[in-house]
């Protein structure tokens, strides 16, 4: 069974840079999709950035040029490049990944189609 674990979460002022790590393992998937997710207090979990095994890429609007989704395959780490935070960025970030049939694509798969979620991690950023 694939784990997740996250990592890299902080406290930043608006404007800072974090960098955060999901490392996978048990990962053996020729064909996924992983992706990185957030939460709010108070608001629905939301697709952030996602990647697939050809590193193909694609972003919220909201993050578009600010955030970086990237991979290490050959040690099975995600990252996300959180620059330009704003306050409005601080949420509970989750790393999640999902093997694809060979007819799915990263893009249109939904929160709740993936198999595998980490723990989060929390990025906090004041004003």
């Known amino acids: 069974q694939v784990q997740l674990v996250e990592s890299g979460g902080g406290s930043v002022q608006a404007g800072g840079s974090l960098r955060l790590s999901c490392a996978a393992s048990r990962f053996s998937y020729s064909r996924y999709c992983m992706a990185w997710f957030r939460q709010a207090p108070g608001k629905d979990r939301e697709g952030v950035a996602r990647?697939?095994?050809?590193?193909?890429?694609s972003y919220a609007d909201s993050v578009k040029g600010r955030f970086t989704i990237s991979q290490d395959t050959a040690k099975n780490i995600l990252y996300l490049q959180l620059n330009s935070l704003k306050p409005e960025d601080t949420a509970m970030y989750y790393c999640?990944?999902?093997?694809?049939?060979?007819?799915?694509?990263?893009?249109?798969?939904?929160?709740?189609?993936?198999?595998?979620w980490g723990q989060g991690t929390q990025v906090t950023v004041s004003s």
């Open positions: 990647i697939d095994n050809s590193g193909t890429t």
């Open positions: 999640a990944a999902r093997g694809l049939a060979w007819w799915s694509q990263c893009a249109s798969i939904g929160l709740r189609d993936f198999y595998t």
